[in-house]
């Protein structure tokens, strides 16, 4: 049976770097994003499709993993957000991806498949601004360390659970030095993230058969130590 692997939002940033590096190891691709990928290969189908349709959407029978990576950064003081804003967070964060895995299950089960979800290291570090995705990343946790049991042992379920990291979603973040240089200089490992060093981890999770129900930090550091 040939592997391939569902990359929800691979068009950019951390999606983008995992699905290149599957390919690169003989990897088939199915890739889905809001819109059209930039680049081709022979082993990569890409469908432009925004999430709220995901759940019409035709999958093969067998899915040896699936990835899960749109999200949201919306920082702002508590009192500012309103009912839209957390709306729109769990829709992107959250729910997207409840409904794709729903869509997947059975082609998951049959292939004995992986899931990689996507949480930040703000749900297990209270960070002001936050609460709204925080909020959001806090339920795919929830999400994943649920469906490793009810899935257990046909699927496994794992999260990853970054720190700021370089990629068009955080341009804001990140806009000019003085930005870049304060953002690295709040992790203990004095750098912010790399879609590659993100995705490196994706491919291990995805390739391996005794990790599930974990929530893993990719973080700089942050996550646990202090300095």
């Known amino acids: 049976m040939e592997h391939t692997i569902l990359i929800v939002g691979h068009r950019t940033g951390i999606g983008r770097a995992l699905t290149k590096l599957l390919l690169s190891k003989g990897n088939m691709v199915l890739g889905i994003s809001r819109?059209?990928?930039?680049?081709?290969?022979?082993?990569?189908?890409?469908?432009?499709?925004d999430i709220d349709d995901l759940e019409a959407i035709n999958l093969p029978e067998h899915l040896s993993g699936l990835v899960y990576c749109p999200g949201t950064i919306n920082l702002k003081p508590f009192k500012s957000f309103k009912s839209d804003d957390f709306i729109?967070?769990?829709t992107i964060n959250t729910l997207g991806a409840a409904k794709i895995?729903?869509?997947?299950?059975?082609a998951l089960i049959s292939a004995k498949g992986s899931v990689v979800l996507f949480s930040t290291v703000a749900v297990g570090q209270g960070m002001p601004f936050h609460a709204s995705v925080a909020m959001a990343k806090g339920a795919i946790e929830g999400l994943s360390r649920s469906?490793?049991?009810?899935?257990a042992p046909n699927v496994r379920v794992?999260?990853?659970?970054?720190?700021?990291?370089?990629?068009p979603m955080a341009k804001k973040l990140l806009g000019n030095d003085n930005r870049?240089?304060?953002?690295?200089?709040?992790?203990?490992?004095?750098?912010?993230?790399?879609p590659e060093?993100?995705?490196?981890m994706a491919e291990l999770l995805l390739e391996s058969k005794w990790i599930s129900g974990e929530v893993l930090g990719v973080n700089?550091?942050?996550g646990r130590i202090r300095n």
């Open 180 to 194: 870049r240089a304060a953002s690295e200089q709040r992790h203990p490992l004095k750098t912010v993230g790399t």
């Open 197 to 200: 060093e993100i995705a490196n």
């Open 220 to 222: 700089g550091g942050m």
């Open 88 to 90: 729109n967070d769990f």
């Open 101 to 106: 895995l729903q869509k997947a299950e059975k």
């Open 35 to 49: 819109e059209a990928v930039d680049y081709e290969h022979v082993n990569l189908k890409s469908i432009s499709m």
């Open 158 to 167: 794992n999260t990853i659970a970054p720190s700021l990291t370089d990629t």
């Open 147 to 151: 469906l490793a049991a009810e899935w």
